[in-house]
């Protein structure tokens, strides 16, 4: 029989719980290369090195988010660093018996015993510090310290995974209550190891990239069911023979839907692509069909034999307790699913993906027409949202994740407004007794992104394309991957877009497979590792192969009668044979190798060759936010 494993529970009656790797590009004298076309040049190992992303960021949200509204973006700042100067005072902990490591300890409520740490509170702690750079000059040690922490942990079932729970006994640290996973932590670990890669670089003592890519290729391999998709519970599940079986189970609060984008950035394995569409699936049809009124999701979902995933309550368990897993409220919106309002719509958020958009509204609707003030919200409810499972109420696990689920509407603005004040230092110090490890991290995760400083490793902040023609078009290929911003944060929309890059960001676009043809260029041994496959996908799939002749010269910027013959020739657009005048007051100047391309395209209706009376100018370099607009006209066009 499977042992339960202790949590605790503060506001709740019941106690409870590759494919890539990083190469380094070195084009020219090439100092700031762009994320994914690129590693960072940061080559220095020790903890003073400069973070590339200090805090803060300001991100570039999804089109309609709002932030509160009645405080600045210096106070919203300083708030969070506040919260995390206190955090950091009262749960970052140095392992006793090992002063390179650390660890965040969770068990400030006394009720897990001797236990100091779990994998979730290890995953929020490096996310936290990995975001928190340029704020706390100390958070690259601490960062590596944890990292080193997690090695010292594994999994007894994956090496590159994270035993679940820690107790400090008898002199040392050790693994108890199974040295088993809960994937929960393990993706967070992953993310913040992204995280790092782009605040520090990976050149230095820890490769947090290649570190990153084994524990999401471990994630696939032991946490995810090898056929339908769905994210399990940890990686004790596969080789579980418990009665029930814990196989086709999930757990919604481990949607981190915009995590898996990024695995799948990272690593290029398609099937986070099927474990995304799983994952929407699963929160819809859940949604729709148990809380069409209160868009809550349950602690647990359960696989039944018509393939729908509905929520364990459905279903009569034959263990001992006649409870699925952990209480009589695994299938109710409680001390698991308070999570889902932050997980889920911070996906939306940073990468606009509205596939969970409707359940998000009708969450929000339903907590802010049944409460009056934050202070009101119930520590857990039945799917219906009538029935209060707890007597506490305003616990911060709980009021914090409607927080960012209220981002994503402007008719929602009051109700953030008070709860982001709920949420201060001031009103709900973290330092009271009453006030614990599981409410104040998640309070704080959901305070970063309301703030506007949670960002991916393949975003961009918002300074850089804020009111840019191209931003909207920016933030939609940064979403799908087509192209990437530069390791600081900046995504340089005005800057010429080199022969190399163009070529990524086309390939992508196309979306081209395998590793393309053998490449003739007589300077091939320079074009960047980042960069080869996709210039021979090009290659193999005939695209202005004429164009380059012998020499390839990555790091030429392209001009814009270069980009039109390679253009044209992509989407594979009859050219004419016969002289014919662009309409281009400067069509004289474009050369006769070029025009036939400039003219198909333009009458194809693709950006920036739509014949118009002023120049053309063949000869200038198309810039990095011109690529982008083309790329996407050129998809429909």
């Known amino acids: 029989m499977l042992k339960i494993r202790d949590s605790y529970k503060p506001y709740s009656p019941v106690a409870i719980i590759s494919i890539m790797v990083l190469v380094v590009a070195l084009v020219l004298s090439l100092t700031l290369a762009p994320i994914g076309y690129a590693a960072s040049a940061v080559t220095k190992s020790d903890d003073s090195v400069k973070p590339l992303r200090a805090f803060p960021q300001h991100m570039n949200y999804a089109e309609g988010s709002i932030k509160p509204s009645h405080v600045t973006q210096k106070q919203m700042d300083a708030e969070v660093g506040l919260l995390y100067d206190q955090f950091k005072l009262k749960y970052i ?3 006793p018996y090992d002063d390179s490591q650390y660890y965040v300890w969770y068990n400030d409520g006394g009720w897990s015993g001797d236990a100091i740490t779990v994998s979730e509170a290890h995953g929020y702690g490096m996310m936290i510090t990995a975001i928190m750079a340029g704020h706390d000059p100390e958070a690259k040690k601490i960062f590596d310290g944890m990292h080193r922490y997690f090695r010292a942990h594994p999994s007894e079932l994956h090496p590159d995974l994270m035993a679940w729970q820690q107790a400090d006994r008898d002199g040392k640290i050790i693994d108890v209550n199974g040295t088993d996973s809960a994937i929960d932590g393990d993706m967070d670990i992953a993310y913040a190891l992204l995280l790092a890669d782009k605040q520090w670089g990976s050149n230095g003592a820890i ?12 994630i696939m391999e032991s946490e995810v069911h090898p056929e339908n998709f769905h994210l399990q519970l940890g990686d004790w599940v596969p080789i579980s023979d418990s009665e029930p079986s814990f196989k086709p189970a999930s757990r919604p609060s481990d949607f981190m839907l915009q995590h898996l984008k990024e695995f799948h950035k990272a690593t290029g394995d398609k ?27 349950p602690d647990f979902v359960y696989r039944d034999a018509d393939g729908k995933y509905k929520p364990v309550s459905e279903f009569k368990w034959t263990s001992e307790s006649g409870n699925f897993l952990e209480s009589e409220f695994d299938g109710a919106y409680n001390y698991n699913s308070c999570r889902t309002p932050w997980r889920i719509a911070s996906d939306f958020l940073l990468t606009g993906d509205k596939r969970a958009y409707d359940q998000l509204s009708t969450l929000n609707a339903f907590v802010s027409e049944k409460h009056n003030a934050p202070y009101e919200v119930w520590s857990g409810y039945s799917l219906d949202g009538k029935t209060k499972l707890s007597e506490w109420d305003g616990g911060l696990e709980y009021t914090a994740p409607f927080m960012v689920s209220a981002m994503i509407d402007k008719s929602n603005q009051q109700w953030l407004n008070d709860l982001w004040d709920y949420h201060t230092e001031e009103a709900n110090s973290t330092a009271l007794e009453w006030r ?22 393949t975003g961009v902040a918002s300074t850089d394309i804020a009111g840019h023609a191209a931003e909207a078009d920016i933030v939609k290929s940064l979403a799908e991957g087509i192209v990437n911003g530069y390791p600081n944060g900046t995504f340089k929309p005005d800057e010429g877009v080199s022969r190399a890059e163009f070529s990524v960001m086309l390939a992508k676009s196309l979306k ?66 016969e002289s014919a005048a662009t309409g281009f007051s400067d069509d004289d100047a474009i050369p006769a190798w070029a025009k036939p391309s400039v003219l198909a395209l333009g009458e194809a209706g693709v ?3 739509k014949a118009q009376s002023k120049p053309f100018g063949p000869d200038t370099v198309l810039t990095r936010a011109e690529a982008i607009t083309i790329l996407r006209t050129l998809a429909t066009a």
């Open 93 to 95: 902990k140095k392992n």
């Open 207 to 218: 490769n947090y990239k290649s570190e990153a890519v084994k524990v999401i290729n471990a």
């Open 271 to 297: 099937r986070w692509l099927n474990v995304i569409e799983t994952t929407y699936g699963i929160i819809d049809d859940v949604y729709k069909t148990y809380s069409p009124k209160t868009g809550l999701l």
């Open 436 to 457: 614990y490890y599981y409410g104040n991290s998640i309070r704080l995760l959901s305070m970063i992104v309301v703030s506007g400083n949670w960002w991916s490793p």
């Open 512 to 577: 081209l497979e395998g590793n393309g043809a053998s490449l003739i260029f007589e300077d091939k041994a320079t074009i960047a590792p980042w960069a080869n496959r996709y210039v021979a996908q090009l290659v193999e799939a005939g695209i202005a192969n004429g164009l380059f002749g012998t020499q390839f010269l990555p790091s030429q910027k392209l001009t814009r009668a270069e980009a039109a013959v390679i253009l044209a020739s992509a989407k594979k657009l009859e050219l004419s044979t």
């Open 607 to 609: 950006a920036l060759f």
